[in-house]
Nanobody, 124 residues
C-alpha cells in the first residue's frame, strides 16, 4: 500500500529554517497533486503549500514568500519537500504531506494518502 513518511521537523528559533521531506513509496500514478498541511490543536487542518504535476505551486497567504514546495520525481522513492525560511512562532504545528492522483491541484477533491506527520515548533 502507499506509504508517506515525513521527516525534518524539530524545534527552531524564530527566524530560522527547516526543510521537511516526504518520501512516498508504492505510489504509481503518473500525475498527482501533492501538498503540505498544518494542524494546530483546536483548529482545522489547513493547506500551506501545494504543487501540481507540472510544478505549478500555490501557498497559503501566511507562508507566501517564505516557503518553497518542490518535488523530485526522479528520486526513488518519490520525494516531496518543503523549505521553510523565516520561521515564526505562528508556524508551529504538526505538518503532514498528502498526495492524490490528479492532473491539477484546483477544486476541492480530498487527498487520498497522508503521512503520519512531523512536528515543527518555533520558539520566540
Amino acid at each position: 500500500q502507499v506509504q508517506l513518511v515525513e521527516s525534518g521537523g524539530g524545534s527552531v528559533q524564530a527566524g530560522g529554517s527547516l526543510r521537511l521531506s516526504c518520501a512516498i513509496s508504492r505510489y504509481t500514478p503518473s500525475t498527482s497533486c501533492m501538498g503540505w498541511f498544518r494542524q494546530v490543536p483546536g483548529k482545522e487542518r489547513e493547506s500551506v503549500a501545494q504543487i501540481d504535476p507540472v510544478g505549478a505551486t500555490r501557498y497559503a497567504d501566511s507562508v507566501q514568500g517564505r516557503w518553497t514546495i518542490s518535488r523530485d520525481n526522479a528520486r526513488s522513492p518519490l520525494t516531496l519537500y518543503l523549505q521553510m525560511n523565516s520561521l515564526k512562532p505562528g508556524d508551529t504545528g504538526m505538518y503532514y504531506c498528502a498526495v492524490r492522483p490528479d492532473s491539477w491541484c484546483g477544486g476541492v477533491r480530498p487527498f487520498d494518502y497522508w503521512g503520519q506527520g512531523t512536528q515543527v515548533t518555533v520558539d520566540s
